[in-house]
């Protein structure tokens, strides 16, 4: 199983300046490469609904790609000799990048979804460098990993690596506190476990919300910790520092360095939340039911900053990765109708967003969130409320009943 541990880089002030440097190169070279490819498309395309009756058509220019791109990489270290002192797979991946963000905007992704445009990269906006080699064993001394070109760094282990790892690329990242390093290792350690299907027994369903961060079927409740929220005031007046700051100035460096620190320790505190909550539910030992949400769309939204606060897409993205590596799965579902449809009888109980007790006429009681946790369990597992209404005619009363023979009609 590929997986990844970040850690945490103790450097001298030699290697700092060093990668700062390649930092630097490698956005030079990002953004050369870029424009090259934003000069052919320029050149050679051509807009079928606008295209003159009678024109020039010049000699078309081959398209520049991966592979031209990579072999153009000789020219580049003749014309400027610093880029010598970068290994050679590195800038290569640089292209990498290049061509996959390119491709994107201009084919799409698998799903055929497009991006948008490429933007250049400023300064200070290319934090990290990959080595796509991978690392062999005697490379790794305990604390100390030695990279091609750099030589030996020192690592803060604040957990050991697994034992029968390989390690298959390794990338150097430049956040605002310090860098750090992460090892994306085929630990053969973690066995492959398959799955079982899922069943009402062996699956749990959750609704994440914004009242509450999760609810499951079962009525426990996780509340949502607003972290940026609560950093929101402190925010407001380091960010007010900062604009008073002449632009340029070393006291508006500082300014912005405090800023970004703020913001990293609310990006840090979220993803501990994130990864504590994904163990509480996994040590259930159970799959993991959720609805399929347009993320990106709610982002947009007048619920933007509360949405973004909560940070469902990388809980969800967390959650499924451990899932993985306990041999368990997580299930998207379709959301229209869980918070409105009866988890008991089926049938559609009309209710706002405000309405947050869900009662329906087969005597059906229960917080509205946890009726829909219910409802993404029985989706989930294929299971049909309609099935079960022999057990909603045992229920007393004459009402009930009725309620449930419509149902069936």
């Not at 930092?23 to 052919?40: D, G, I, P, V």
């Not at 009678?54 to 990579?70: A, E, M, V």
């Not at 290569?92 to 290049?98: G, L």
């Not at 605002?176 to 027994?201: A, K």
Request: proline share 4%; with cysteine; aromatic share 6%.
């Amino acid at each position: 199983m590929r997986t990844a541990h970040q850690y945490r880089l103790r450097l001298t002030k030699l290697q700092q300046a060093t990668i700062d440097q390649w930092l630097q190169l490698a956005r030079r070279q990002y953004n050369y490469r870029l424009a090259e490819r934003f000069n052919w498309y320029e050149e050679n395309r051509c807009d079928i609904n606008a295209c003159p009756l009678i024109c020039h058509l010049p000699k078309l220019k081959d398209r520049p790609d991966f592979y031209s791109q990579k072999r153009d990489l000789v020219n580049s270290k003749k014309l400027f000799p610093e880029y010598k002192n970068l290994p050679s797979h590195t800038l290569q991946d640089v292209i990498a990048r290049v061509e996959k963000t390119f491709d994107r905007w201009i084919k799409g992704d698998g799903n055929g979804k497009r991006s948008g445009k490429p933007r250049f990269k400023g300064l200070g906006r290319f934090r990290s460098i990959a080595f796509p080699d991978p690392i062999k064993p005697e490379h790794l001394m305990g604390r100390f990993i030695q990279l091609p070109k750099i030589g030996k760094l020192k690592m803060i282990l604040h957990r050991p690596l697994p034992d029968g790892f390989k390690i298959k690329t390794t990338a150097i990242t430049k956040k605002v506190d310090s860098y750090y390093i992460t090892l994306s290792l085929q630990d053969s350690s973690v066995p492959l476990i398959t799955p079982d299907s899922p069943t009402m027994e062996n699956t749990i369903g959750i609704d994440v919300g914004l009242k509450l961060f999760l609810v499951d079927d079962a009525g426990g409740e996780i509340a949502i910790p607003q972290h940026y929220r609560k950093s929101e005031q402190r925010l407001k007046r380091l960010q007010r520092s900062l604009s008073r700051k002449k632009k340029g100035s070393i006291r508006r460096q500082k300014a912005i360095k405090r800023v970004a620190k703020a913001h990293l320790k609310v990006n840090n505190q979220r993803k501990d939340f994130h990864y504590k909550t994904a163990n509480l539910l996994l040590q259930q030992g159970k799959n993991v039911a959720h609805e399929k949400l347009n993320i990106k769309g709610l982002a947009k939204s007048g619920l933007a900053k509360s949405v973004n606060d909560a940070g469902w897409g990388q809980f969800l993205q967390i959650l499924s990765i451990k899932a993985e590596r306990a041999g368990l799965l997580t299930i998207g579902v379709n959301p229209n109708g869980t918070s409105q449809e009866c988890s008991h009888c089926g049938q559609k109980v009309k209710k706002d967003l405000s309405v947050r007790w869900h009662s329906c006429s087969c005597g059906c009681e229960l917080d509205r969130d946890q009726n829909a946790a219910k409802n993404i369990k029985y989706r989930a597992v294929g299971h049909s409320v309609l099935n079960s209404l022999g057990n909603v005619l045992e229920l007393s009363g004459s009402h009930q009943e009725a309620s449930a023979l419509s149902v069936l009609r």
